[in-house]
């Protein structure tokens, strides 16, 4: 977990090897800052997007709005019928698996 990495990065401070000591510390801060930012603005940042796709806004451009978005999304596209029909299947062969596993 996080904060194991961090305390265990954060004992690393400890050492009296200056690149090791400072490698450590900036370490275990980015960890830290990581953790926090993903607990709190990855969260705040998915339900922002969850509200433009609800109102039927661009992703690159959330200004603009776009009318009958909802229809398309229902229909499925190339790629979905592709991966069903042809990668999926190849995927899921058992010696396919054994390699993959391997």
Sequence with gaps: SALSETI??????VVTMPAVRNFALYAALAIWVDFSLQVT??????SLDAR????DRLDCFPCVRVEGVSERIERE?????????YYAPVLLNNKVKVVVVV
């Design 8 to 13: 265990a990065f954060g004992l690393g401070g």
């Design 41 to 46: 603005a990855f969260v705040a940042f998915l």
């Design 77 to 85: 596209g190339t790629l979905q019928r592709w991966t069903r029909k």
């Design 52 to 55: 433009r796709q609800e109102e």
